[in-house]
Nanobody, 119 residues
Framework: QVQLVESGGGLVQAEGSLRLSCAAS????????MGWYRQAPGKQRELVAS???????NYAESVKGRFTISRDNAKNTVYLQMNSLKPEDTAVYYC?????????????WGQGTQVTVSS
């Protein structure tokens, strides 16, 4: 079992910045990848950024150059630094952990944190 607790969402003006945090607890040694997804009203949930235990990073095209994902292994925390925010970045952001153990895998999700960017 993995528990994810997110923080850092809020309301910001366009071109502003926010940093999201996601603290993992539980069976963290079996997490192979963590990331951030977002879901805007009426849209499907989409990947924003992910980082593997080996440090491989992946970004959605729409956030490249503006968002940075990082992790602090000592704190079991993943961060998403969001700069130059745009109104279209408005969504609920979810932390994700991909867990693999004994040949089985599953996704864990945080509760979500609202990010609202005003124009």
């Amino acid at each position: 079992q993995v528990q994810l607790v997110e923080s850092g969402g809020g309301l910001v003006q366009a071109e502003g910045s926010l940093r999201l945090s996601c603290a993992a607890s539980g069976s963290i040694f079996s997490i192979s990848r963590m990331g951030w997804y977002r879901q805007a009203p009426g849209k499907q949930r989409e990947l924003v950024a992910s980082i593997t235990t080996g440090g491989n990073i992946n970004y959605a095209e729409s956030v490249k150059g503006r968002f940075t994902i990082s992790r602090d292994n000592a704190k079991n925390t993943v961060y998403l630094q969001m700069n130059s925010l745009k109104p279209e970045d408005t969504a609920v952001y979810y932390c994700n952990a991909f867990y693999v153990r004994l040949g089985l895998s599953r996704n864990y999700w945080g509760q979500g944190t609202q990010v609202t960017v005003s124009s």
